[in-house]
Structure formats: C-alpha cells, structure tokens
C-alpha cells in the first residue's frame, strides 16, 4: 500500500465517542508526507481518573480546553480525501470515528478502513507472541516509544501498512 492515511485515536472513558486525541500519518508514494495531531474536547467529557491517565497520560485538563471533533475533523477531512484509513485494530478506531460522528450528528462518510492488526495475524500468524502494535511494529523494523500517544501509534501502524499492507 503507498497511498493512506493511518489513523489513531484514544478515549477518554469506556464510550466510543469520547476520543480525546487523534494523529494521523499522510502516507502518499510509500513516503510520509504530513502529520497531524491534536487534543479533542471529548464527548461524554469525563475522564476514568487515574485508568486512562495512565493508559495515555491525557487528563481533563489537558483537553478541557480543546476544540470539539467537529472543529478538529474539519481540518483533517481535506488531508485523508480520497485516502483508505488504516489502524490498528480498526475495529475500534473505526467505531470511535462512526459513533464521534454520531454524537454530533455529523453525516459518516464511510471511510474504507483497513486493519493492521487483522494483516499482522494473517501474514506473521503465530511467528508473533501476539499481535498487538508495538510487537508488530517492532517486527516491520520500528521502535515504538510512546505507545497509546495517538501520533507514535499512527506512525507505528504506517511503517507497518507500507510493509504488510
């Protein structure tokens, strides 16, 4: 794959539609051409305390003064036109997206989305102890240091899509 967007969001609390961070890699070539990460003012906006603080380090007051998705998404919709979205586990990232879109009544555009991760199982199988990110990425050759920091995870899962994908 030379062409996407890979996408990454994390949540506030267990509702999908609380993403609180998103980064995305532009992948145009097989060459990472523009990145893109912000805080979003989550929807339900609650955080689980210390849980998710230490699964990503955001708290509410790192996004309590972010700008809603609407406004976040308006300026990533023009960077991914016409891009396949790629995540790792889409499944979840893909459900964050429909149900944020949901929670503002925004039309969904049905993205085509693929998923590393279903990749990764198909292609490594059991060669890996498991498939999560930083195990696959580390095997497609990148280190991961800052892994659940939306813009290191979508990072991750582009090196993997341009070589798995």
């Excluded at 961070?21 to 992948?27: D, M, Q, R, S, T």
């Excluded at 210390?50 to 990533?76: K, L």
């Excluded at 499944?91 to 993205?111: N, T």
């Excluded at 199988?125 to 999560?132: F, N, V, Y």
Aim: charged share 20%.
């Amino acid at each position: 794959m030379t062409d996407f967007a890979a996408i990454d969001f994390e949540t506030a609390n267990q509702s999908p539609s609380s993403v609180c961070a998103v980064g995305i890699i532009i992948v145009k070539d097989g060459k990472i051409t523009d990145t893109y990460y912000s805080l979003i003012r989550p929807v339900p906006n609650y955080y689980l305390g210390w849980f998710t603080e230490e699964i990503h380090g955001i708290s509410y007051a790192d996004t309590i003064e972010a700008r809603p998705f609407p406004e976040v998404w308006a300026e990533i919709t023009p960077k991914i036109a016409g891009l396949t979205l790629v995540a790792h586990n889409s499944q979840f990232d893909e459900g964050c997206l429909r149900a944020v879109h949901k929670a503002y009544e925004i039309p969904y555009p049905e993205y085509a989305f693929q998923c590393t991760c279903k990749a990764s199982r198909r292609i490594f199988g059991e060669k890996l102890p498991d498939h999560k990110l930083p195990t696959v990425a580390k095997k497609c050759g990148f280190d991961l240091l800052n892994h659940h920091n939306a813009l290191s995870d979508a990072e991750a899962c582009a090196v993997i899509a341009k070589e798995i994908l």
